[in-house]
């Protein structure tokens, strides 16, 4: 296995069971989790056959796995770890890893200050000390409604499998991103909520996020179940479109539910990804704006989240 070349099946509750290639993987980390207890002073790191590999002990694997709850988190710091490491300091850390990942943290996710240091010594005490700090708490209060992009990406997992690809895109933005993603979904349910009625029955809202090969496309819509599962694909993938000619970026994910709020929601979704934009697709997008008034009035605005609010 550690020439990173060996396929291996996997065996998912929520899909079918898949043969995980390793070449069509742009990265791949090797973590090794120690089962027993804990060290004051630990061997975080080591290598084998020329491949790094992340030794967590039990106690920083629940840390971490909870701090960096997301693909992106995650992977985002273990290549900082490496590229840390690469850089052939000694470094001593006393307390566990999660003094590291405190630094890291409260270091906007990097290793800025340590990074060309000869030597770096972390004494037990900071990750505590980083988790009683009123940002910290204020962070986590704010990322409350991030998890409902993780029902989201539960939805989606739970519908029909060729929804498997939209699920990976959903789980692709980290939590501050799905954060931001959340609070606009919500405002946009509620303004849909308030305003659909016999003269408006579809509220649609697009978001394209800075730094994102992503558009993202919410549709709300009255009577969602009567209308029928065919006509909100086509209304659904239309509005993609659009989406995709008017803010130029590759991939667009839609999503349309009911534009009431109910005890019951159902979620449809689209996923598209086209590179390239031709004078035919430009002219499908004038076509469907001609005739259904898609995103013909666009009223812009933005949002700017801080990770730590306060």
Request: charge should be negative; charged fraction near 30%; aromatic fraction near 12%.
């Amino acid at each position: 296995m550690f020439d990173l070349k060996t396929s291996v099946n996997l065996a998912n509750s929520r899909r079918r069971p898949e043969l995980f290639d390793p070449s069509a993987i742009k990265k791949i980390f090797l973590i090794s989790v120690l089962v027993g207890e804990g060290e004051d002073f630990s061997n975080f790191m080591d290598e084998v056959k020329n491949n790094s590999v992340h030794v967590f002990t039990s106690d920083f694997a629940k840390i971490v796995f909870k701090e960096l709850d997301t693909i992106k988190d995650f992977a985002d710091y273990l290549q900082e770890k490496e590229n840390l490491i690469n850089n052939k300091q000694y470094m001593i850390i006393q307390g566990g890893e999660e003094e590291l990942l405190a630094y890291y943290l409260a270091n906007e996710r990097t290793f800025q200050g340590i990074e060309k240091s000869d030597f770096v010594h972390f004494t037990g005490g900071s990750w505590e000390s980083f988790k009683s700090e009123e940002r910290y708490k204020a962070k986590k209060e704010a990322d409350k409604i991030s998890y409902g992009w993780d029902s989201l990406i539960e939805k989606a997992h739970e519908g029909s499998e060729k929804y498997e690809l939209v699920a990976r895109e959903l789980a692709r933005p980290s939590r501050l991103q799905r954060r931001s993603l959340s609070k606009m979904f919500y405002d946009a349910q509620v303004f849909a909520h308030n305003k659909i009625n016999d003269k408006i029955n579809i509220i649609r809202r697009v978001v394209s996020p800075d730094n994102s090969d992503t558009t993202y496309c919410f549709v709300f819509i009255d009577n969602f179940e009567s209308i029928g599962k065919e006509a909100i694909e086509n209304l659904l993938f239309s509005t993609c479109h659009v989406a995709r000619g008017i803010y130029k970026k590759p991939k667009v994910l839609g999503i349309a539910t009911e534009g009431k709020f109910n005890r019951m929601v159902s979620y449809d979704f689209c996923y598209t990804y086209q590179a390239d934009w031709n004078e035919q697709d430009q002219k499908i997008m004038e076509q469907l704006q001609q005739k259904y008034g898609i995103l013909t009035n666009i009223k812009t605005g933005n949002l700017i989240e801080c990770e730590y609010p306060i």
